[in-house]
């Protein structure tokens, strides 16, 4: 996906979804981050593009996440 980071920078990266989460006004896709080699959370306004690879997606527990902030707000009641 091309990305731009905090500071407008754009970026590339490729990554493996584990969740959305909306947090502080912002919506997240969160996941695991090749070019980091590491959980990213990577706001959604700030995806320019996206392209679709035939190499499937890690399998990834949401565990490895961690703990959601304290601003974390549920999008659905359980």
């Known amino acids: 996906m091309d990305y731009r980071d905090r500071h407008g920078a754009p970026t590339t990266r490729q990554l493996d979804p584990v969740l959305l989460a909306r947090t502080r006004g912002h919506w997240y896709l969160v ?3 090749h070019t980091r080699q590491a959980i990213r959370w990577l706001r959604l306004d700030r995806v320019s593009a996206a392209r679709l690879t035939t190499r499937p997606a890690a399998r990834i527990p ?3 996440v961690g ?3 304290a601003t974390a707000e549920a999008i659905a009641e359980l």
Request: net charge negative; aromatic share 0%; charged share 10%.
């Open 31 to 33: 996941g695991h981050c």
């Open 62 to 64: 949401v565990e490895a």
């Open 67 to 69: 703990t959601p902030p």
